[in-house]
T-cell receptor
Framework: GENVEQHPSTLSVQEGDSAVIKCTYS??????FPWYKQELGKRPQLIID?????GEKKDQRIAVTLNKTAKHFSLHITETQPEDSAVYFC???????????????FGQGTILTVHP | SAVISQKPSRDICQRGTSLTIQCQVD?????MFWYRQQPGQSLTLIAT?????????ESGFVIDKFPISRPNLTFSTLTVSNMSPEDSSIYLC????????????FGQGTRLTVV
């Protein structure tokens, strides 16, 4: 099955700096890669996603890049703000069919702290 | 996007007992999933809840411990059976209401503490 590795596990930046979180995946058939933000005590919320037919996607201060050949994808947050502080999870969808269809495999998570 | 109602939001249970968590969706969805999130950890898939058939369990999770029901396309339950303190965790239901390249939504989670 799919295996997703995420680094770093913790990331501390100053307000206004950029933050980059990286993930690698193992299943070359995976074709959908979302990023979730989880604030303390709350449910994960999608912040951006990318499909395998796209190399990069941007939404204001957030961007995601995908390298299918190397099987890795990255989250980039520019001009970080204290409210960006949270746990971020990458994920990948296994392309397996049948009853495994659509399940997400998550990375280990990155605790991002943005210092004012 | 679908609205998910998960309950209870939290519970404290005695070891050896069982707890059933409910997940109600305001529209019919094909794919529903149950995840466990241990303190400070990532989300681990327990099983895929299939409508009209038995759930598909991931490695390390068994039906006797985590029986799942999916009687229709808007509702699912997860039972944590014969609980021990190691079962203390957050349990989340999730759904995807489109193809597998679409956003997954999560319930608000059930924080379970077993004493």
């Amino acid at each position: 099955g799919e295996n997703v590795e995420q680094h770093p596990s913790t990331l501390s930046v100053q307000e206004g700096d950029s933050a980059v979180i990286k993930c690698t995946y193992s299943d070359s058939a995976s074709n959908y890669f979302p990023w979730y933000k989880q604030e303390l005590g709350k449910r994960p919320q999608l912040i951006i996603d990318i499909r395998s037919n796209v190399g990069e996607k941007k939404d204001q201060r957030i961007a995601v890049t995908l390298n299918k050949t190397a099987k890795h994808f990255s989250l980039h947050i520019t001009e970080t703000q204290p409210e960006d502080s949270a746990v971020y999870f990458c994920a990948a969808t296994s392309n397996a069919g049948g009853t495994s269809y659509g399940k997400l495999t998550f990375g280990q998570g990155t605790i991002l702290t943005v210092h004012p | 996007s679908a609205v998910i109602s998960q309950k209870p939001s939290r519970d404290i249970c005695q070891r050896g007992t069982s707890l059933t968590i409910q997940c109600q969706v305001d529209s019919q969805v094909t794919m529903m999933f149950w995840y466990r999130q241990q303190p400070g950890q990532s989300l681990t898939l327990i099983a895929t809840a299939n409508q009209g058939s038995e759930a598909t369990y991931e490695s390390g999770f068994v039906i006797d411990k985590f029986p799942i029901s999916r009687p229709n396309l808007t509702f699912s339950t997860l039972t944590v059976s014969n609980m021990s303190p190691e079962d203390s965790s957050i349990y989340l239901c999730s759904l995807r209401d489109g193809g597998q390249s679409t956003e997954a939504f999560f319930g608000q989670g059930t924080r379970l503490t077993v004493v």
